[in-house]
C-alpha cells in the first residue's frame, strides 16, 4: 500500500498552484452562474470500475511485451487497484474476471477492504479454451452448435454469478466472440436462437437485484460475422430477456464512423441502456486510453448522459477496457479514469438551457458552440480539488512515480514471460 | 412501345446458342440433382420494382450531366419501364415518388395497364422544400421543432398514401432525411420522439391491408446525425408503431464493412423485414448499379432470403434504387433487375441441405465452399431462358440498342438542363 | 462594410472580462515559462483564406435551402468576405473559382482593397459543365479520352492562371472529380497518364513564381475510382510534374480511420506538402466547419505544422473549404477562422523540449499528456486579445449579429431559389 | 509423401464428368474465339508461394485454438506445404519465417527437392522478441530510437539474407509493426528517418540479383500510428531505397473502402510494385482465406495484373498470408491457391479488345458488363483440368480428406497447445 506521507509530500508542492488555479477557474464560472463547489462535488461522487485484467500489459496478436512487476494473480491485481484508487478516488471498484480471478470470496473481500474497493460487474469468459475443460470452444460457447458445450458455458456463466454474489457484485457482464470467419459457416438465424436459448438459461440464474448486460461487438476475434454484432442485435436480446437485461456499450466495438452517442441517446430511449466500457480507438476495437484519440468524442457521450442523468430507473455501469501495451497500467488506469471524469465534469458544464433555446431554434451554430465552450473549459482544478478534497493525489502521475511502487513490486512478483496473447 | 418483332428478329439470332448453353446447364444441374425448369420457374415468377426517378439521369451534389430523351414527367417514365419490364420481364412494376408523379390515378392506371405494370411502394418526400410549400423542411420535416413543420409532412404523407389507394399501391416507404450537420443542433432524445409521434400520426391513416416502411440511412443529407440512421431505430420505430409498420432495408445504407447480410437475419428474426432498396457501393450512399462492385455481396443476401422464404408472413417488397449517372438509365435499370435475378437465382442452387451439415459439422471449409459453388454457377442460360419464355429478350442490352427507343424519344421529348441535384 | 463602432461598442461590453481572463492566462502560462504577448503575436499573424462560394448556402445533392440575403456575384461574395475580415482578422485573403468569379481584375482588386483583402490560389472547374462549353465533362476533364475534351480543360486551367496573375494571386488548385462509377469503365492506367499529360501542359503555362497544387479525394462525385485518389496519387503528380508542384491536403478527402496528420508529416519528409483545405467530417466529404466534430484531429495536424514550421522552403497556403448548409455561411466562416486558428495556437504551446525528451525515453504517456496538455488550454483569450489588438471584435459572432449586415444584404440581394446543387 | 495412387483413385471417380464439363466450357469458350487450351496452359503456369507459418492454425489477441496435427518445425512445415503443391499443383515455392524456420540450408533444400518446392521471399521477424534477445521490440525494431536496438534489427534482416542466398531465395520481404499507440509517443517525421536509415543499411547488404520488398500496413500492431502505413509511404521507401527496393501489396493491409486494385495500377505505373500477399478481409487486416468475402475485388486486381503482363521488367512475388483460424491450414491453403488462380483465369478471359474499345467510347455500361462476362465464367473445369494434366487432383479437397493425411500426422506429430498468439 501506499505511504500516505508521499501522497502529503507531492501534493504540498502543488497546493498553492492549484490554490491559484482553482480559484481563477471559480471566478470565471461564477461569471457565467455555475457554483465551483457543486461541480467538484460531482467529481468527488465520481467513480468508474477497474478491469483487474486492466492491471497487466496487454498485447496483440502479433505479440506481448510484458513489463516490470505484473502481477501474478488477482491480489497483486488488487493491490495494483488499489493503488489506483487511493491517488485517483475516482477508482472505487474492480470487474473480476473468471476464471482467472477466482478465490475465496472472503479473502477477495478482505482484500479489496484494505483499499476501500468494492467489486463490479463479473466478467465470464468463453472465448478461450481452459486446461481443464471438456468442450472446446473453438466453433463457439453460448451458440455453439454442440448443445454440450451450450450448456458448459451457460454453467460458466452461472458459476460466475455464484461468485458475484459471494463477494457484492451486482450484474453479470456477459461478451462472447461467437461468430464465423467465412460466409456459410454458420446459420446466422440459428446460431441467434441458440445464443438467445443460453443467455436466457443464464437468465434465470440471475438474483432479482441483479442486471444481466449484453455487449455488442462488430468483429473480432470472429471476422466474418459475430452474433451480437451491434446495439440492434444487443436490444432484441435485452428485450427477449426481461428487465434485467439490459446493453451494455463499449466505445470501440462498433463499424468506423458510426455515431456513438446517437446509440447511447438510442438505448436510453428504449430504457435498454446499462453501462459501458471506455476506452479509445483509431482504427477498430484499438482498446487505447479513454480520451487520448478523440477527447472530443468521449465529451459527447457524457453529454448524453449528464443530459439524461434525472430519467428514471437510468442506472449506468462504467468499467474502463483497455489494453495497456506500451505503458505502466497503472499509470494508464490512473490517467484514463481521470480523462473519463473530465468528460464527466465538462459535460457537467454544458450551459443546458440556452442550449435548449438554440435547438428549438435551430440555431445550429450557437447550439455547436455551445457544447464547445465546456468542452473547452479547463476543469484540471476542479478535477484535482476534487482528488484533494478526498485524500488523493494533486498529481497521481508524478506521486505515483515517486512512490517508487512499480520497481518495490517488480522486486517482489515473479518475472512474466511473453507469451500468450494480451488478454488473460 | 416496343416493336415486338425487334425482340423476336434479335430473339432469333440468338436461340440456338441459348439452346445449347441452356441443355449444357441442364446436364450439368441435372447430376447435382437439380431440375433446371423448376429454377427457371423461379426465374420467370421474379420482379422487382423500378422507382419512377431511377429513369432520369442522377447527379451528385457537383454536378448533374443530362442524357439524351430524359423523361419529361411520369408517363414519359412509364414508358420507359415499360420497355425495361418488356425486355426484361423482371421488372413488373413501379414505384412513385410524390410530388413529382402526381397525375389523374386513372391516366397512371390506363398507362400502366398498356405494359402491364403495377405500382408497388409509394414514396413520400419530404427532403426537398417545394415552389407552393408553407414550412420549409430546412431544418427537418417530420422530427422539426416547429409542429406545423411536421404537420405539414405528416399531411404529405397522408396524401401519398390516398394516391396510393387511388392506383392499387399497397405500401408507403417513409425515408428522411432530418438529423443534423453538428453536435448540439438538436437534441437527438426529442428529435426521436417527435419523429415517432408524426409516424404515429401517419400509421393512424394507413388502410388495414397496407404496409408502411421505415427506411434507415446512417448519413447523408445530414453529416452528423441521422434520425433513423441504422437498423436498431428502425427497428425501435416498427415496433413502436404496430403490425403494420416494417423495416426496409437499402443495400448502401449502412457504416463501412457492416454485414449487411446478419441484418437481413436479424430482422427477419424480429419479424420486421418488409422489403429492400437495390444497388451497388463502394464507399457509401453510392447508388451504383446492382451487383457491378460486390456481386458476392448480394448474392449473400439473397441467400438469406431464399433460406428464410417459407418464413409465415414474410413479404417483401423489393425495389431498385439507384443513381444512374453516366449510363443510360433504361439500360442500367435492365441490367440491374438482372444481376438481383441472378443473384435470386444463384442463391436457389446452394445445396441447402449439404450446408446444414457441414455447419452442423463447423466444417467451415466445406460450407463456405457450397455458397460459393452456387454463387459460381452462370445461370445466364436460365435467366435468358427466362426472359425467352416470357415473351422477353435474350439480350436485352443489345435488343434496345437495336431498337433505337433512345433516339426516338430523344428526337420527341424536351432537352433536360445540367440544373439540380440529383434526386428527383 | 461594417460600421466600425459597432465593434466598438461591442468590444466595449467585453473588454473588462478579456483582461481578467487574459491577464489570468498569463499567468499560468508564464508559470511553464510561455510569454503570452509572443503567443498574441503568432496569433495576430495568422491567416486563412476564405473560398468566395463558401459565402453562399451549399448544399446536397437531395437539396440545397438557401439562407437570407445569399450573395448574387463575385463582388457580394468579396463583401462577405470583408465581414469576415474585419471582424476576425483572421480571413485576410480570398480564393477564386472560375468560371464564377470571373469579372474585370480591376474591379476585383479595387473591391478586395476596400477590406484590405488579397487573392489567394486560384481554383479551376471542370467538373461541372457551363451553358457555352463544346465539349461536356460528363466523362471526364483533364483525363477524357477524348483530345478536345482535355484540350478545353487544359485551356481553361490557363485561363485560370491568367486571371489569377491579373489580381496578384499566386498559386493555382487543380481539384477533378474525374474518375469512374464502375469497374472497367475506365483503364486506370492510361487515364492516369492522360490526366499527368494534361497537368504537364498546364505546368508549362505556370510562372516561375507560381505554384500549382494536386488535390487528391478518395470518391465523390466518381463512386468506383477518382484519378487523384490518395496522396500516393498526389504524390507521384507533384513528382512528375517538377518542383513548382505541390499537394494539398483537404481533410475530408481521405478513407475512414486514415491518420491525416501522418501523411502531413510524411509530405513534409518529401518536400511536397503545399497547403491545406480545412473543414471537419464524420463520414465522407462531409465539408463540416472546422473544429467541430474532431477538434484533437484539427490540433494534431497543427502539431505536425508547427513542429515543422522551421522546415526550409515549407510554404503553405491555408484555406478553409466546406459546405455550409444548415447556418449563416458568414458566421461559419468566422468560426471556423477562429478555430483554425485555436487549433495553431494550442499547437505553439506544446512543450517540445519535453515531448522529445519522453518520445527519446519511449515514455509514452508522458509524451501523449504533453500533447493533451496543449490542447486542453483555453487560448480564447489569446485569441480574443489578438483580433482586439488588431482591430476585429472580441466576439465576431455577438458583433456580427448586434450588426444587422444579413437582414440588410437580404433587404439588397436578390432571392435565391433551391435549385442547383450544393456547389457553386 | 501422399501416396499417388490416392491421386489416381480419386481423379479415376471424376474423369468423366471432368471431360464433359471441359468440352462444354471449351465450346462456349471457343464460340467467343478463345481456345481453351491456351488457357489451360496459363492455369498450369500458374504458382503462388505458401507461406511456411500458414500451415499452423492461426488465432487471435484472445486466443488460439490448435487444431490436430500442428506442424512442430520446419521440417514438418514442408511437408505440409509438399501435400499441398502434390495436390494443387499450384503452390511450388515456399517462403520462409525467420528465426522460427531457421535450419541447416542443405536440410531444408534436400527436404524442398522432394516435393519439388523452392523458395520464395525470406521474410525476417522484428515485431517479436526472442527468449535471447539483447534489445526488447517493444518500442520498435527498425525505427526505434535506440541505435542499438535499430542494429539488432538490420542485423537480423542480413542474416535473413544470408540464410535466403544458401536455399536459392531471391527477395527478402520486410514488415515491420513499428507505429506508436498514441498521440504523441513518437515524432513520426524521425521515426520514419531512421526506418529509412535502416533500410538501407539492408539494402546495402542486398545482392545484386535480389529484390528487397516494403510492405504497408494501416495498422495492428500499432494502433495510432505505423511508420510505412501505406502505399504512399512504402512508395517513398522504395524510391529512396534505390532500383531494387519494390513495394509489396497485401490485400488486407488498407484502410476500409480503399480501391485496391487502383493501387495495383499506380505502383505499375511508378514502376515499384513487387508483388502481394493474398488473403481477403471484412473488417480490418482479417488474414481470411482469399476469395471467400469478395471474389469479384479478387479478380479486378488480376484483371489489372493480366492488362500489365506484358510491361518490362513487371516480375511479381505471389505469396498467400491468411491466418487459418477455423479450418484445417493444409485445406485452406489448397482451396486459396486456387481461388487465385482462378481470379488469374478469370481475368484472362476478359475481351480486352472489346473493352478497350468501350472505354474509348464511354460505354460504361458495356465495359463493366464485360468485366463481369468473364468473372462469370465458371473455369472450374480449366482449373480442374490443368490440375490433371499436371498430375494433381481433380479435387484437391475430397483427396486430401481421403488421404488420411491429418489423422497420420496427428498420430506423429506432438500436441500443440493453446498458448501463443496467431502469429509464429
Redesign the interface.
Known amino acids: 500500500m501506499l505511504d500516505k506521507s508521499i501522497i502529503e509530500a507531492e501534493n504540498a508542492k502543488r497546493a498553492a498552484?492549484l490554490e491559484?488555479?482553482f480559484n481563477?477557474l471559480a471566478?470565471?464560472l461564477d461569471?457565467k452562474g455555475i457554483d465551483i463547489n457543486a461541480i467538484v462535488k460531482r467529481a468527488q461522487g465520481f467513480g468508474v470500475a477497474v478491469p483487474s485484467w486492466g492491471t497487466g500489459t496487454?498485447?496483440?496478436?502479433?505479440?506481448?511485451?510484458p513489463g516490470e512487476g505484473e502481477p501474478a494473480n488477482i491480489f497483486d491485481k488488487l493491490d495494483d487497484c488499489g493503488v489506483i484508487h487511493t491517488l485517483t478516488r475516482a477508482a472505487p471498484s474492480v470487474s473480476l474476471h473468471i476464471p482467472w480471478d477466482k478465490a475465496d470470496p472472503a479473502d477477495l473481500k478482505a482484500k479489496a477492504d484494505e483499499y476501500g474497493l468494492s467489486f463490479d460487474a463479473m466478467n465470464s469468459n468463453t472465448?478461450?479454451?481452459q486446461p481443464d475443460q471438456t468442450q472446446?470452444?473453438?466453433?463457439g460457447s453460448l451458440s455453439h452448435?454442440n448443445e454440450e458445450t451450450r450448456a458448459q458455458a451457460v454453467e460458466h456463466n452461472l458459476e460466475c454469478i455464484e461468485i458475484g454474489k459471494a463477494i457484492g457484485s451486482r450484474a453479470l457482464t456477459v461478451w462472447i466472440?461467437d461468430g464465423?470467419?467465412?460466409?456459410?459457416?454458420?446459420?446466422?438465424?440459428r446460431q441467434?436462437?441458440r445464443y438467445l436459448d443460453s443467455m436466457k438459461a443464464i437468465y434465470k440464474g440471475l438474483p432479482d437485484d441483479w442486471r444481466i448486460f449484453s455487449e455488442h461487438k462488430?468483429?473480432?476475434?470472429a471476422?466474418?460475422?459475430t452474433v451480437v454484432?451491434?446495439?440492434?442485435?444487443s436490444?432484441?436480446t435485452a428485450q427477449e430477456l426481461g428487465e434485467k437485461a439490459m446493453c451494455l456499450v463499449d466505445l470501440g466495438h462498433?463499424?468506423?464512423?458510426?455515431?456513438i452517442?446517437?446509440?447511447v441517446?438510442?438505448l436510453?430511449?428504449?430504457g435498454k441502456l446499462g453501462g459501458f466500457h471506455f476506452n479509445d480507438?483509431?482504427?477498430?476495437d484499438?482498446?487505447?486510453?479513454s480520451?487520448?484519440?478523440?477527447?472530443?468524442?468521449l465529451f459527447?457521450v457524457w453529454?448524453?448522459l449528464v443530459?439524461?442523468e434525472n430519467t428514471p430507473d437510468l442506472d449506468l455501469a462504467h468499467m474502463i477496457d483497455q489494453?495497456h501495451?506500451?505503458?505502466?497500467p497503472i499509470?494508464?488506469l490512473m490517467?484514463s479514469s481521470i480523462e473519463i471524469q473530465r468528460a464527466f465534469i465538462q459535460a457537467s458544464l454544458v450551459d443546458r438551457k440556452a442550449?435548449?433555446g438554440?435547438?428549438?431554434?435551430?440555431d445550429?451554430?450557437?447550439?455547436?458552440?455551445?457544447?464547445?465552450a465546456a468542452?473547452?473549459?479547463?476543469v484540471?482544478p476542479i478535477l484535482a480539488k476534487a482528488r484533494e478534497l478526498s485524500g488523493g493525489a494533486i498529481d497521481p502521475?508524478e506521486t505515483y512515480r515517486a512512490s517508487g511502487y512499480r520497481a518495490e513490486v517488480a522486486a517482489k512478483r515473479p518475472k512474466a514471460d511473453?507469451?500468450?496473447?494480451?488478454?488473460v
Not at 281 to 284: E, P
Not at 286 to 289: E, F, Q
Open positions: 498552484d491559484t488555479d481563477q471566478e470565471r461569471r496487454g498485447g496483440t496478436r502479433f505479440a506481448r511485451f472465448f478461450q479454451d472446446s470452444y473453438k466453433y452448435t466472440g464465423a470467419n467465412f460466409p456459410g459457416q454458420t446459420h446466422m438465424g441467434f436462437e462488430i468483429y473480432e476475434p471476422f466474418y460475422s454484432q451491434d446495439w440492434g442485435t436490444l432484441l462498433h463499424a468506423p464512423n458510426v455515431n452517442e446517437m446509440i441517446s438510442r436510453i430511449h428504449a480507438s483509431k482504427y477498430g484499438d482498446d487505447l486510453d480520451g487520448t484519440i478523440d477527447p472530443y468524442r459527447l453529454n448524453e443530459d439524461a489494453s501495451n506500451v505503458t505502466d499509470e494508464s490517467v442550449l435548449a438554440y435547438q428549438s431554434d435551430n445550429a451554430l450557437m447550439a455547436s458552440a455551445t457544447l464547445r468542452f473547452r473549459t479547463d484540471d502521475i511473453g507469451s500468450g496473447g494480451g488478454i
